[in-house]
T-cell receptor, first 108, second 113 residues
């Protein structure tokens, strides 16, 4: 059983579409991360959040602690958003759990 | 700032050899993390340091793996002896204050043949 589940596993969208990637977890956490891994392999930390919502450019991350659920939204998607998006949670005691990632392809 | 610097970028070695991966965190960051990524298991945290002190090494797969952080600007991950199943991409990341996100290095792609 995975402590962190992401959906969908794969997602293809047309340029300009609004995209939502979901992350559900089954353990109590102190924080949740959204990571972006580009086709070349580099990893970028997008957000770290423990409550509410954060926004950076066209990216928005929300978390509902009671429902143990987080979403990553991309507005006006662009081909350069094509990447794997990974959800990771941190428990008290600094245990890390990673989702298996959502592979996003944005078609021009 | 040059970001988190890892070396080498690629390493191919024979089974049984010792492998040392290196990481230079961002200056001023006080937490350093070593991750491993494989197709089968995805990303896994191996070990992390706070202020050069190892805090949690429960992710280190076995005694063949060891990590050190002799000072705030340098860390190593050593595998001895290496095995083909150690083949993976190893990422180093650093973080400043606890409420900020991580900065990842470009990774070291290790192949053990």
């Amino acid at each position: 059983k995975n402590e962190v589940e992401q959906s969908p596993q794969n997602l293809t969208a047309q340029e300009g579409e609004f995209i939502t990637i979901n992350c559900s977890y089954s353990v109590g956490i102190s924080a949740l991360h959204w990571l972006q891994q580009h086709p070349g392999g580099g990893i970028v930390s997008l957000f770290m959040l423990s409550s509410g919502k954060k926004k950076h450019g066209r990216l928005i991350a929300t978390i509902n602690i009671q429902e143990k659920h987080s979403s990553l939204h991309i507005t006006a998607s662009h081909p350069r958003d094509s990447a794997v998006y990974i959800c990771a949670v941190i428990r008290a005691g600094n245990q890390f759990y990673f989702g298996t990632g959502t592979s996003l392809t944005v078609i021009p | 700032d040059a970001g988190v610097i890892q070396s080498p970028r690629h390493e191919v070695t024979e089974m049984g050899q010792e492998v040392t991966l290196r990481c230079k965190p961002i200056s001023g960051h006080n937490s350093l993390f070593w991750y491993r990524q494989t197709m089968m298991r995805g990303l896994e945290l191996l070990i992390y340091f706070n202020n050069n002190v190892p805090i949690d090494d429960s992710g280190m797969p076995e005694d063949r793996f060891s990590a050190k952080m002799p000072n705030a600007s340098f860390s190593t991950l050593k595998i001895q002896p290496s095995e083909p199943r150690d083949s993976a991409v190893y990422f180093c990341a650093s973080r400043g204050q606890a409420h900020y996100g991580y900065t990842f290095g470009s990774g070291t792609r290790l192949t053990v043949v």
